[in-house]
Nanobody, 123 residues
Framework: VQLQASGGGLVQAGGSLRLSCAASGRTFSSYSMGWFRQAPGKEREFVAAISWDGSTYYAASVKGRFTISRDNNKNTVYLQMNSLKPEDTAVYYC??????????????????WGQGTQVTVSS
């Protein structure tokens, strides 16, 4: 599985961004996808996940502001980020979990990772 993330950038606090992650190499509709982020000096943390059938799960810090979705026809998963805060600044990674049938928040259980896209939120 190859994953290509895009859509990051610089935005003011309160603004919005939409990240995309295009997948190839396996049957996209059969596996779960997740978004994670890593700020400088911090560990990679869970942001949101979506199962193969569309069930979602969010970190408490983003719930109500971020929305994860998938388009199986386009082999793409999205992360719509609204009401962005400076603390959302990080490199965002998409990942594929080929073994779970639920929206998995555990970073170590993901099998494939994209290259990351930088999101910077200015105050």
């Amino acid at each position: 599985v190859q994953l290509q993330a895009s859509g990051g950038g610089l935005v003011q606090a309160g603004g919005s961004l939409r990240l995309s992650c295009a997948a190839s190499g396996r049957t996209f509709s059969s596996y779960s996808m997740g978004w994670f982020r890593q700020a400088p000096g911090k560990e990679r943390e869970f942001v949101a996940a979506i199962s193969w059938d569309g069930s979602t799960y969010y970190a408490a810090s983003v719930k109500g502001r971020f929305t994860i979705s998938r388009d199986n026809n386009k082999n793409t998963v999205y992360l719509q980020m609204n009401s962005l805060k400076p603390e959302d600044t990080a490199v965002y990674y998409c990942a594929a979990d080929l073994h779970s049938d639920y929206a998995n928040p555990v970073v170590s259980e993901y099998d494939y990772w994209g290259q990351g896209t930088q999101v910077t939120v200015s105050s």
